[in-house]
């Protein structure tokens, strides 16, 4: 190589060297954003975003926020309460969402989130969309489907009512939006889907609520009680369990679907409780009847003077512990556990006539007979 391309070369290597060495110097001086920055335009939203920031605006004014004060002899059982329903609270308060049901300031909620401060003789108030705080007295509850419902106080600017839907129709795959206090943070959206219908959930009282959605939009303690929406910002349901090892949401949320609020809250609203239609019936326990291999509802013991008594229908005997009766249907609907009853009888309604399938000593029989109005845990 001839000394001048190998001088030209040297040089070459000797100015990237030096390039390498001050450009950590340099950098800064010539590109460092000292000023602010200009913005870039975006354009239009996504529809979906509009539609989603339209039903957000619309609905979360109706959301709001409860706190459920126990009194003071009740705040240890309260913090157990706490815990192991995974609502947010402390110092004996739990917390929860809920929402605007009339013009005359009532407000659902999920039983759970108010019902040790009821019974012990605390205090419930609501903090609105706005900020404002007002007390509220309880109307009504109803343990069997986890719903209670609540009366403001005066409040000058109540917020309107959520629109109601229909829970009848609905479709595994259909959008859904959760607004309620995660944790205690006000007026949180989530999104998600409906992951199944026609659930089954147990509740307090020993009965379980049939139809419940499943959703995987994040429920959260201190959802429990807040509406779920479909995207016409309707309510089809209340958030009310999940499903999660750590107590946070795992993508299994519960609902009590909107028609069978539809139907409770009212009678709430009209006498604090809720009539539970019932042929006066005691029935056994399903794991029992399991284990002797029987398939339905057994009768342990008929309530006299019920119209499953004028019916004729038999319990157990007492004296030789022979069962009596096993109900096997209601109307069209197969009988396998009291599940299945319970929600035939509920549908007919209270003073309406149901035709069971019962199984007496091997036979099957049709027997009429009627509904009435009968106190939590007997049928």
């Known amino acids: 190589m001839p000394d001048r391309t190998r001088r030209l070369v040297l040089a070459l290597v000797l100015l990237f060297l030096g390039l390498a060495v001050v450009q950590p110097y340099v950098t800064p001086l010539l590109y460092s954003a000292s000023t602010p920055r200009i913005v870039a335009a975006r354009g239009d939203l996504a529809d979906n975003e509009k539609s989603t920031i339209a ?20 705040r240890g059982l309260m913090d157990i309460d706490n815990e192991s329903e995974g609502e947010s609270g402390n110092g004996g308060t739990q917390t929860g969402t809920g929402f605007v049901w009339d013009g005359a300031g009532h407000i659902v909620t999920n039983t759970h989130v108010v019902q040790a401060a009821a019974q012990s003789g605390g205090s419930v108030s609501v903090r609105l969309s706005s900020g404002e705080v007002v007390p509220a007295t309880l109307v009504g509850m109803a343990p069997s489907y986890d719903l209670a419902v609540l009366q403001l106080g005066r409040s000058l600017r109540l917020p309107p009512p959520l629109a109601i839907g229909t829970s009848a129709d609905l479709k595994v795959g259909q959008s859904t939006f959760a607004i309620g206090n995660p944790f205690g943070l006000d007026h949180t959206l989530t999104t998600g889907v409906i992951s199944a219908v026609r659930r089954r959930m147990p509740t307090s009282e020993g009965r379980e609520v049939s139809g419940v959605i499943q959703t995987d939009a994040a429920i959260n303690p201190g959802n429990s009680g807040g509406p779920l929406l479909d995207s016409a910002g309707r309510l089809i349901g209340v958030n009310t369990a999940i499903v999660s090892p750590s107590g946070a949401s795992a993508g299994i949320g519960f609902a009590i679907p909107v028609d069978v609020v539809n139907r409770v809250v009212p009678e709430l609203i009209k006498a604090g409780r809720v009539r539970n239609p019932g042929i006066g019936i005691i029935a056994g326990q399903e794991a029992t009847a399991a284990r002797l291999g029987i398939d339905g509802v057994v009768v342990l013991r008929v309530l006299r003077g019920s119209p499953a008594a004028q019916a004729g ?32 009888i509920a549908e007919a309604g209270i003073g309406a006539t149901v035709e069971l399938g019962i199984l007496r000593d091997g036979r099957l029989r049709q027997v009429r007979v009627g509904t009435t109005d009968v106190a939590e845990n007997r049928q």
Do not use: K, M, N, Y
């Not at 609905?59 to 126990?70: I, T």
């Not at 512990?321 to 035939?344: F, K, N, P, Q, Y």
């Open 313 to 344: 229908i038999r319990g157990v005997d007492a004296q030789t512990g022979t069962v009596g009766d096993i109900i096997v249907s209601a109307g069209s609907r197969e009988v396998h556990r009291l599940a299945d009853l319970t929600a035939a």
């Open 55 to 74: 039903l957000f605006e619309r609905a979360s004014p109706s959301v709001v926020h409860v706190f459920a004060q126990a009194a003071a002899q009740d």
